[in-house]
Every structure is written in C-alpha cells, then in structure tokens.
C-alpha cells in the first residue's frame, strides 16, 4: 500500500474502528496527518505572526482527530491486540491529574489545619517532584510499548478482528 492509497483508505474508514489495518496504511497516514499539521502551521504562522491567533491548525487538528484514532485501533487489531490498549495512556494522564489535583486540595486542608507554611512547601515540593518523575517514566513507558506494538509485523491470516489487512 502506498501513500495515497493509505491516505484514502484511512479518510475512506475515517471513524470506523473495527477490522484490521496494515503497518504501511498507518505510517503512510501518520506522516500525511504531520504533513499537514506542519503545513497549516507554517500557513498560520505566515499569515498571523508566530504568536498569532491562526485557526488553519486547529481546524486541521480537529478534522483529522478521529481517522489517527481509528487507524491505531485497527493496526492493534491487525496484531491479534485489543484496540483498546492504545486508552492507557489516556487513563493514566486522567489518574496523574487526579492525584495531582488530590495533591493540591490536601495542601489547601495542611494550610487549614494550620500546618506550617515551611513545612508544607516541603510536602508538597517533593510530591510535585516525585508524581512528575514516577508519571514521565510511565507515560514514555507506555508510548514506547505502543510504538513497538505499532511497528510489529501484522498477524498472518484471519484472527479475531478479521482477515488479513490489504
């Protein structure tokens, strides 16, 4: 499959989730989704100044956030893997910001309770530091584990999401 034929395929099937697709159809489709956002960008930026309020990127953002989505679902499934694994990521950015936010809310209570100022800058300065630490080390664990995943042959023959892509 080449680029356009990715290309096609990928904005043909732009929120289907279901069967398989095949490592060049994602590649080819993720470089044309940078491509374009570095396009619009420089469009953006040309016309607005660097620090301008351009809207090409965002719309391009927003008209092209689904197929990525879509196209990684079914390249899971194309190696036998749920498509749903491509979440953790997700979920575990929803469980940092939780804790963090649990974090800030029990400085507020510390500061309540009356709870030196000192100390509780300490507190929170090595929970800040230690839950950023913990959380980039998994984030990049988790976004190295679906880029091996991504990059793995596909599943020979029929499996449970279908036949074979191509």
Known sequence: MGFKEAVRA??????????RAMRA????FLLFAVGVFLIM??????????????????????????PPMAVT??????????GWVALFPLAFTTVFF??????????????KAGVGEDN?????????????????LVQAGFGILLLWWLSRPSEPGANAYGPAAG
């Open 10 to 19: 990928c904005l043909g099937r732009y929120v289907q989730f279901s069967g």
């Open 25 to 28: 159809e994602f590649w080819w």
């Open 41 to 66: 960008d420089g469009i953006d930026q040309a016309v607005f100044g660097p620090y301008g309020d351009g809207f090409l990127l965002p719309l391009a953002q927003l008209a092209l956030f689904l």
């Open 73 to 82: 679902w079914r390249r899971l499934h194309d190696m036998g893997k749920p």
């Open 98 to 111: 939780s804790v963090l936010f649990g974090g800030i809310f029990a400085v507020v209570a510390l500061e």
């Open 120 to 136: 509780i800058r300490i507190i929170a300065g090595v929970l800040t530091y230690a839950g950023i630490a913990v959380a980039s």
